[in-house]
């Protein structure tokens, strides 16, 4: 028998040289790794962990199993309105910003003179504070002593109560959100100009109008920034905290200070989103197993709405044949 033979071993030069390699790759990988680390799974997996226990920030944590998931998920009288006014303000306040944001940058774009000063004007009300944006939009709004609802009564229109009317609470929010457009319109000005002018020049020879030119040349290459504007602003819609919270202690007239705990969701729960539900929960009842078992329902429905934005055949992008 013909004796075998055995591929040599790498020498030591060759395996110190690839084990430099891996140790520069995660050096220039080490600040995502950190930064992921600390931010992300750290938190995650203490979320998961404090969900199955009864923790008042006081005491030492106590298991107590699914009994928080049980609480949540069958006996919280709050989230059914929590849930349902989080995924309207998704659906609606996202699907409108990206309409606005869309038609405002093609406005812009089609400018030919004072074309700076319109884009700073609509850019500018997105670098308002959210606070100051939603004081001043609550003070505008006011039924009672507001400039919008004197000039509408002017005009013989029986304005509504806006914050104050559980109906209109929310879309006085959109239109909040609507106000402060900026960051979408500069999105999709950068995009709208770098559609090549070739292609237009050619949808025009071949007779397309406006529409023509919208839907077989600009929308296919901005698709991918329609894409990000929406998932991006589902991730922050999902998050909206601020300006529900303001805009609802604002118009119940309530004084706020110092000690001063408002529940909130006012008028009626309109305005309650599932994190003012994970702040009450966990920092005014102190109740922080329930606050963690909500936080993980939140990002389950987030990630499940992120992925099935992200598949090409569900989302905005073309499917690949």
């Known amino acids: ?25 995660l050096g220039f990988l080490s600040p995502w790794l950190v930064g992921f ?54 659906v609606v306040m996202v699907t409108l910003r990206v309409v606005f944001g869309l038609g ?10 004072g074309v700076g000063f319109f884009r700073t004007a ?69 995009a709208l100009l770098d559609v090549p002018k070739e292609q237009y020049e050619a949808a025009e020879l071949d007779g397309a109008g406006a529409w023509g030119k919208f839907r077989y040349v600009t929308w296919p290459s901005i698709t991918p920034i329609v894409l990000f504007a929406v998932i991006t602003g589902v991730v922050q819609t999902m998050q909206y905290y601020t300006q529900a919270l303001v805009a609802g202690k604002l118009a119940s007239g309530v004084s706020i200070g110092p000690g001063t705990v408002i529940q909130p969701g006012y008028p009626d ?14 920092f005014q009842n102190f109740n922080t197993g329930a606050a963690c078992v909500l936080s993980l329902v939140l990002f389950v429905i987030a990630m499940a709405v992120t992925t099935l934005l992200m598949r090409k055949r569900a989302g905005l992008l073309p499917a690949e044949d």
């Open 269 to 282: 729960h309109a305005t309650l989103t599932v994190p003012q539900l994970v702040y009450s929960l966990g």
């Open 104 to 113: 405002i940058g093609l406005l812009v774009t089609k400018i030919k003179t």
């Open 37 to 90: 680390s600390v931010f992300f799974g750290y938190p995650l997996l203490a979320t998961g962990y404090f969900s199955v226990m009864h923790y008042n920030q006081i005491e030492p944590p106590e298991f107590v199993g699914l009994r928080n998931w049980t609480y949540v998920l069958t006996q919280m009288p709050l989230l059914g309105p929590a849930l349902w006014n989080t995924l309207w303000l998704v």
């Open 1 to 25: 028998m013909a004796p075998t033979t055995t591929a040599p071993a790498p020498a030591p030069t060759l395996r110190r040289k690839r084990a430099r390699e891996r140790l520069r790759i």
């Open 122 to 190: 609509f850019y500018l009300p997105y670098l308002a504070p959210p606070v100051a944006a939603t004081v001043a939009f609550v003070f505008l709004l006011n039924p009672g002593t507001g400039p919008v609802n004197e000039i509408l009564g002017t005009l013989g229109i029986s304005a509504p109560s806006w914050f104050n009317d559980p109906d209109w609470a929310k879309p006085s929010l959109v239109m909040l959100s609507l106000w402060g457009i900026g960051d979408l319109m500069v999105i999709f000005m950068a």
